[in-house]
């Protein structure tokens, strides 16, 4: 079955960074786009940045642009969220997700599998 697991997050300052992990498992994970959402607390979910099935181009919500990089390694079936320059409203549970297709879409209907999360505090 297709497993969905994230890893990497902590508490960082302001300024700080962290790097998030998704390990992928129980589909193709070359032949997906994939994205990273994030759920402030209080707050719905949001679309952060996603990357096509095969690394070519990428996608990021202008909150995050410049400070966040996606990458995906297809070898490992792992995908990846350099987060730098963090502030204190970067704080939520992040996810990673499985698209329907091949291409980025911000759309989270768009997307049928999830991880569990991991949770990313931005405190000094």
Do not use: H
């Not at 997906?32 to 996608?59: C, N």
């Not at 996810?95 to 329907?100: G, I, L, N, P």
């Not at 049928?112 to 999360?117: E, V």
């Amino acid at each position: 079955q297709v497993q969905l697991v994230e890893s990497g997050g902590g508490l960082a300052q302001p300024g700080g960074s962290l790097r998030l992990s998704c390990a992928a498992s129980g589909f193709t994970f070359s032949s997906y786009a994939m994205s990273w959402a994030r759920q402030a607390p209080g707050k719905g979910l949001e679309w952060v940045s996603g990357i096509y099935s095969d690394g070519s181009d990428t996608l990021y919500a202008d909150s995050v642009k410049g400070r966040f990089t996606i990458s995906r390694d297809n070898a490992k079936n792992t995908l990846y969220l350099q987060m730098n320059s963090l502030k204190p409203e970067d704080t939520g549970l992040y996810y990673c997700a499985k698209a329907r297709r091949r291409t980025v879409v911000r759309n989270l209907g768009e997307y049928d599998y999830w991880g569990q999360g991991t949770q990313v505090t931005v405190s000094s």
